[in-house]
């Protein structure tokens, strides 16, 4: 993404968030999902990695902004690990809330906040497995433990959709009988505690903060509608804010209709997320506006 290619958001509220970002940067806060957005999906999660200019970007854009936060649903120390940010000195003020905000980690400390999971989790942890099999659960179907919740994939069965419907109405019965909530998403069913998820993740880091100025927040899947909520609603308070969509479908991972159809800026995948922190960061630079002090 050069200079000639500087996206325009499609929105006039996203065009208002893009220019109050680059006017006040030092007040902004740069938020992002991780898996989809800064990393690439790939069939198994355990080899998730972020994109390779992904850190390099953060690197530049992080010192000029107010804050940089990554919201994911996997446990902070795993995004942490496979985000490559742990021990990056232009990263220091990075934040990693996991578990949509139960779990935290800073950069600049190294310090992990990760409370234990509920007893609904652990319960269900060992009645998934059995519930799955009489749900006739097709072949290639399996579970993630994120230590908080667990999800089941269908990513690797031959029919990833199908399978998928087969498993709604079980799991959100067992789900129920556990206290726990589903969460749907591509080719996935996360089953996790109920009250916590990125947006009211997001919506706690930016009341820490004083005088927070334009929000960006970038995503690629269902599991971010309620950030984009959170901006939405600080927009309707008249406070900046921008919602980017990851776009799946350079990457071969079908679009989510209902992120995109909201956002105010597409970017493709990964790739395109990398482009455009980097551009932010050239055009905050060529503008001599400082970052915040620290």
């Not at 079908?254 to 050239?282: C, H, I």
Request: aromatic fraction near 4%; proline fraction near 11%.
């Amino acid at each position: 993404m050069g200079m000639t290619e500087w996206p325009v958001p499609s929105t006039p509220a996203g065009r208002e968030g893009l220019a109050a970002l680059l006017v006040a940067p030092a007040e902004a806060v740069i938020a992002f999902d991780f898996d989809g957005t800064l990393a690439p999906i790939v069939p198994d999660p355990e080899q998730a990695r972020a994109h390779p200019g992904a850190v390099p970007a953060l690197c530049e854009l992080a010192p000029l902004v107010g804050a940089v936060v990554v919201i994911t649903g996997r446990p902070a120390d795993v995004a942490v690990r496979y985000g490559g940010f742990a021990d990056v000195p232009d990263l220091a003020h990075l934040t990693v809330l996991g578990q949509y905000g139960a779990e935290r980690w800073e950069a600049g400390t190294g310090e992990l906040t990760a409370p234990p999971p509920p007893p609904g989790v652990a319960a269900l942890r060992a009645e998934l497995p059995a519930a799955l099999e009489r749900a006739g659960a097709r072949p290639g179907t399996w579970i993630e433990d994120k230590g908080r919740a667990l999800a089941v994939h269908t990513r690797r069965t031959p029919s990833p959709d199908a399978a998928l419907d087969l498993l709604r109405e079980p799991l959100a019965r067992l789900a129920a009988d556990h206290g726990l909530m589903v969460e749907p998403g591509r080719y996935v069913l996360e089953l996790r505690p109920p009250g916590v998820d990125k947006g009211t993740a997001l919506t706690a880091f930016l009341a820490e903060r004083p005088a927070v100025g334009a929000v960006l927040y970038a995503g690629d899947d269902l599991g971010d509608l309620p950030a984009y909520a959170a901006v939405e609603k600080r927009r309707a308070d008249g406070l900046p804010g921008l919602l980017v969509c990851s776009s799946g479908t350079v990457e071969g991972e079908p679009q989510v209709r209902e992120l995109a159809d909201r956002a105010d800026l597409l970017v493709p995948g990964p790739a395109g997320v990398v482009a455009l922190l980097t551009e932010l960061a050239d055009r905050i630079s060529s503008s001599g506006r400082s970052g915040p002090a620290r």
